[in-house]
């Protein structure tokens, strides 16, 4: 079906996308699986080329757009499977923290580079104690003269090798009651004395994502790296959380489209039994069951990506897509890859990497269960 959200000017913006992304991008994917992460280079490219956060406002460099342009990125590069390169982590998650709750000089000092793709940002909220429960960090800032000092360690942090600034969230008051009220974030840069990356972490899946583990022992950043106002972070972070949600839900839905195209082509040339495996009536079944969910799911993206450029305020629904576009996507990337047959289970077929890709978006940017008790918060039960 067509959707309905896309004017002309986005439908030629994502043509540009798909070209450039065909050309510079996909060329790339193979060396960054190997490598464990991206390279600068492509970033610079992605920069120049006007895709890291075209929603920026113009005045840091960004294109001023609707963030259906942003969108619109996200799902060409989730097209190809490249995972690797985290734009929306870096355009739509991290930058509108420093556009909405940066001063003029933090702005100014950094927007316009990162949306150039040379300043690379990262979020550092999970440590190895907490996840979900964000108010439980215990990262400390303490205040020392004009500086803030940083002791503690994150893990699972995406861009850990590779960015060059973080924004932490850190306690600055570890005594306050709600412990929330505590809990306020701070850039730090990959220079400061005292900031050390960790490991980059072997995982199952995303393979060119360099997800880190990182520390801070005693490190030192300018009082003038606070973003906003001491204490407000948990606040600022369930401002942004809509966002970051949003975008999961559309890479989720745009992956799932892309496993289930591909498995359409496959199972219309595999062979058993002397026929096409795509004329047994249960692989129809199955692609027309998990069709119908996908095409259902991007009906309701649709209205919330709409909703959402409007300004409307969509924790509840987006909190709902969340975990139902990233459950989708597990259940249609297995189910796809029974339809591969052991070719699915083989490294080297694309639907084996979406399965591994598929199963950490049920659980980053907030699990299913979560999503479930803000939903059940927002009904007035949890
Ligand atoms: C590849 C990858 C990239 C990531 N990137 C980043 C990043 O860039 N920055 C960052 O800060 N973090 C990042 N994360 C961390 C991610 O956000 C956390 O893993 C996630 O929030 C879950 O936290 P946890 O792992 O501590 O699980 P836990 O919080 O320990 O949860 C374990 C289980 O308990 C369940 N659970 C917890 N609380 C409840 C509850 N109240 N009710 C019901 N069930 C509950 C959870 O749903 C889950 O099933 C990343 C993780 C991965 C794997």
Redesign the pocket.
Known sequence: MRRDIFTEEHEMFRAQVRRFVESEIVPKIDGWNRAGMSDRESWRKMGAAGFLAPNAPAEYGGGGVDFIYDAIVIEEMARVRAHGLMMG?HSDICLPYLVSFGSEEQKRRWAPRAIAGEVIL?????EPG????LAAVQTTARRDGDSYVINGS???????QIADLFIV?VKTDPKATPAHRGVSLILVEADAPGFVRGRKLD?LG?RG?D?SELFFEDCRVPVTNLLGREGAGFKMLMDKLQQERLVTAIGALASAQRCLEDTVAYTKQRKAFGQPISSFQNTQFKLAEMMTEVEVSQAFIDRLLAAHVRGEGLVTEVSMAKWWTTELHKRVTSQCLQLWGGYGFMIETPIAGDYADAA?ST????????M??IIARRLGIG
């Open positions: 982590l990262g979020i550092a909220m999970t907490t996840g979900s429960d994150k893990i699972f942090i995406s861009n850990g969230v995982k995303l994502q997800t950490v659980i980053g940017g907030g699990t299913s269960e979560i479930k008790v």
